[in-house]
């Protein structure tokens, strides 16, 4: 699950997502995504690193336990997946999640 389109974008630039991918394009959707997710054995959640991101998280955690994965932890220190993409290439870091 992504926040929005453009960290699904950077996701797949760094080859990190799987087949089956739910975009948000805001927070205030998360409701939305809800019936969707019931029958995913792991939910992989790549939201944003702010205050929303973490409220989105903790609904989604509220409502499927231990199914959800926050990988936001991936990017720590940056807002997003993009902000650490395009943060990373402007450094010339090596890239690893």
């Known amino acids: 699950m992504f926040e929005g389109f453009i960290d ?3 996701a797949l630039a ?3 997502i799987g087949t089956d991918v739910i975009i948000l394009n ?3 959707n ?3 995504a809800i019936p969707h997710l019931r ?3 792991a939910i992989h959640c790549y939201l944003d690193n702010d205050v929303a991101g973490k409220r989105a998280l903790g609904q989604l955690t509220e409502r499927f336990g231990t199914k959800v994965i926050d ?3 991936l990017y720590s220190g940056c807002n997003d997946l993009n902000e650490y ?3 990373s290439f402007t450094n010339n870091q090596n ?3």
């Open 8 to 10: 699904y974008l950077s």
């Open 14 to 16: 760094l080859g990190i």
């Open 26 to 28: 805001s927070v205030s």
């Open 30 to 32: 998360v409701h939305k």
């Open 39 to 41: 029958d995913y054995n």
């Open 71 to 73: 990988r936001s932890t």
């Open 85 to 87: 993409l395009t943060t």
């Open 95 to 97: 890239l690893q999640l």
